[in-house]
């Protein structure tokens, strides 16, 4: 099955890195995909202007109401012969855009990709009947979309990577593309990794310890690390950190160039005897370490200085999104989201702003570009009458502030009849065949996006509808 953890989130798309592990067993069951964890490295990287106030930001989602929906299943298929699970109804575990195009990825292993400007599904990017596709990623520098996949020719056993340009997909031909890293085995437990931020690509061949880096504008290879002592790379921009096996006492580290492998720095950080690592993560210059029922220890490479904060005080979250131009980090542990400095104090508690899933699934938020607001999918006001169902709400949140700036529920999310018949006839057509209803379709959302260049919110739910949220 699919193995991985969650390791960092960061960055305002949810495409922006991501990392991808190959199948631990071959053979498919129906529950093949449920053990894929996407692992996401979503650096963000901040704009010289913010663009928004507060006041701007509130003005910007008002009256954010229901305008389209789209289906990602189709019962025919999506071509004449077709692996039968893939012709099943399943969740959206993942929602990117590009331009006038949403990509949403359906559990299954189907991703269909739709216009914005039709409002009509253009095509699916399966390019043959056994393509079961884990993941998506849209690479900017090329205008294209990256897609994962395994197939069952393969016995599902081995990573495949495609690049199609976005005009292809626009054209309806999604079988235009090419295929990358072919000289890679990317076999269990190899993985590939996307860095938007540092426009690389990382893979990792099990089959002979080897690590390779790619331009992510060419794919062409840079450079290779073979150290079969090696047990995690992490990568921030600029810079990739080595995990190498811990000792008893003391876990090696070497920090490395991004650009060309050189080894920047390489030491030992002392470490509890037979207390586990609960995470090392890297933030530029910071390191931070944190061992079972241990302080947090946040660590400057630089200078070698070591900050302590009580482990009463920052519990072990499930998951990270760095703040890189405002050197802050977001924190997720039970439903709660907390912003932390690396003096490790405690900058932000949200008011309003709990999210839906216990297990903080980032696919369900999403952090602007200029990093000053955050949007989930968050549990309902116990006083909304709507409640009996089993719908949350769409929260924008200011992160610096905490402050809950606008909210999409069943109450205020309704699309105004003249909003639908004033628009386009295809916008009209779409509002007349819309099955849900707002109340449906905040129910169980299971993947979130947000379109900054269109100011558009898209969500998919656990019925494969996807749902465009516009003002």
Known sequence: MMEGRRISAANPRP???RRILAAKKRGRSDGFLNSVKKLQRREISSKPDRSFSITNAQERFRNMRLMEEYDTHDPKGH????????????????????????????HSGVCA????????????????PDEVILSLFYNKNN???ITVSVYASDNFSSLKCRSTRIEYIRRGNPDAGFALFESESLKWPGFVEFDDVNGKVLTYSAQDSMYKVFDLKNYTMLYSISDKDVQEIKI????????LNRSSSYVPLKILSIEDGTILKDFHHLLHRNKKVDFIEQFNEKLLVKQENENLQILDVRHTGIREVSRTEF????????????QLFLTFRNRTVAVWNFRGELVTSFEDH???RPDCNTNNTYITSDQDLIISYCKAESDDQWMEGNGGSINISNILTGKCLAKINATN??????????????????CSLMKSTVAEALEDITALFYDEDRNEIYTGNRHGLVHVWSN
């Not at 969740?91 to 331009?99: G, L, N, S």
């Not at 921030?236 to 995990?243: E, F």
């Not at 519990?315 to 405002?326: D, G, H, K, R, V």
């Not at 999310?413 to 779409?430: I, L, N, Y």
């Open 315 to 326: 519990l072990t979250p499930s998951a990270f999104i760095f703040l890189y131009e405002n």
């Open 15 to 17: 495409c922006s890195g």
């Open 143 to 145: 205008d294209s979309v």
């Open 79 to 106: 071509c004449s012969v077709v692996l039968p699970f893939l012709m099943k109804r399943t969740k959206v575990i993942e929602i990117v855009a590009a331009q006038d195009i949403i990509f949403a990825l359906a």
């Open 236 to 243: 921030s921009p600029g810079i990739m950190l080595l995990i």
């Open 413 to 430: 999310g309704s699309p105004k009849d003249e909003e639908c018949c004033s628009s386009t006839g295809s916008s009209k057509q779409s």
């Open 354 to 356: 709990l999210l839906w």
């Open 113 to 128: 990709a739709f216009s914005r400007v039709t409002n009509h599904r253009i095509c699916f990017l399966n390019a043959s």
